[in-house]
T-cell receptor, first 109, second 114 residues
Framework: DAKTTQPTSMDCAEGRAANLPCNHSTISGNEYVYWYRQIHSQGPQYIIHGLKNNETNEMASLIITEDRKSSTLILPHATLRDTAVYYCIVRLRVGDMRFGAGTRLTVKP | GAVVSQHPSWVICKSGTSVKIECRSLDFQATTMFWYRQFPKQSLMLMATSNEGSKATYEQGVEKDKFLINHASLTLSTLTVTSAHPEDSSFYIC??????????FGPGTRLLVL
């Protein structure tokens, strides 16, 4: 599975959009980009995933660059409850989910 | 999304005893289940992968005789930590998946070995 690089930490003001970047320059053509988050002392929560096209659901939007070497997770209106560690994972459809260090997002009032 | 439960949510045991953690997929049948371990201030580390009715596949460095995994049905997997020691104290998280679909995670079980 391709390796991902994420910033260690980010801050965001409550009510503003949170844009979390992820680099995956070695991604292969059949690897998906998954995003999960982990709120303190809980199991990871699935957010969204995509292959090539941008995706949107009730939680977030995923923007994947045309060359697929990077992506951005967008939380459109961040709330205090969105404070968590966000993990970007690249995985084959049949592969295991392996976690890196993630980005610690702090939403501030 | 699909729901995965774990029981117990936390457990305290004496050194040398065995502890069993259950993982259930509540509203779907999981062809594959995964067990992870997370130490304080660290990321999740995959311990093993199991398919229903098959032996689990353990990650390098994970002792299969110490961490017994049973995936007896499409909705239940158990992890037994045998002869637990203080260094086994950790946050254990299971995950379940239907074929090649999205993995969903349980809430985790916090184990403290005294």
């Amino acid at each position: 599975d391709a390796k991902t690089t994420q910033p260690t930490s980010m801050d965001c003001a409550e009510g503003r959009a949170a844009n979390l970047p992820c680099n995956h320059s070695t991604i292969s053509g059949n690897e998906y980009v998954y995003w999960y988050r982990q709120i303190h002392s809980q199991g990871p929560q699935y957010i969204i995933h995509g292959l090539k096209n941008n995706e949107t659901n009730e939680m977030a939007s995923l923007i994947i660059t045309e060359d697929r070497k990077s992506s951005t997770l967008i939380l459109p209106h961040a709330t205090l409850r969105d404070t968590a560690v966000y993990y970007c994972i690249v995985r084959l459809r049949v592969g295991d989910m392996r976690f890196g260090a993630g980005t610690r997002l702090t939403v501030k009032p | 999304g699909a729901v995965v439960s774990q029981h117990p949510s936390w457990v305290i045991c004496k050194s040398g005893t065995s502890v069993k953690i259950e993982c259930r997929s509540l509203d779907f049948q999981a062809t594959t289940m995964f067990w992870y371990r997370q130490f304080p201030k660290q990321s999740l580390m995959l311990m093993a992968t199991s398919n229903e009715g098959s032996k689990a596949t353990y990650e390098q460095g994970v002792e299969k005789d110490k961490f017994l995994i049973n995936h007896a049905s499409l909705t239940l997997s158990t992890l037994t930590v045998t002869s637990a020691h203080p260094e086994d104290s950790s946050f254990y998280i299971c995950s379940a998946r239907i074929f090649q679909e999205t993995q969903y995670f349980g809430p985790g079980t916090r184990l403290l070995v005294l």
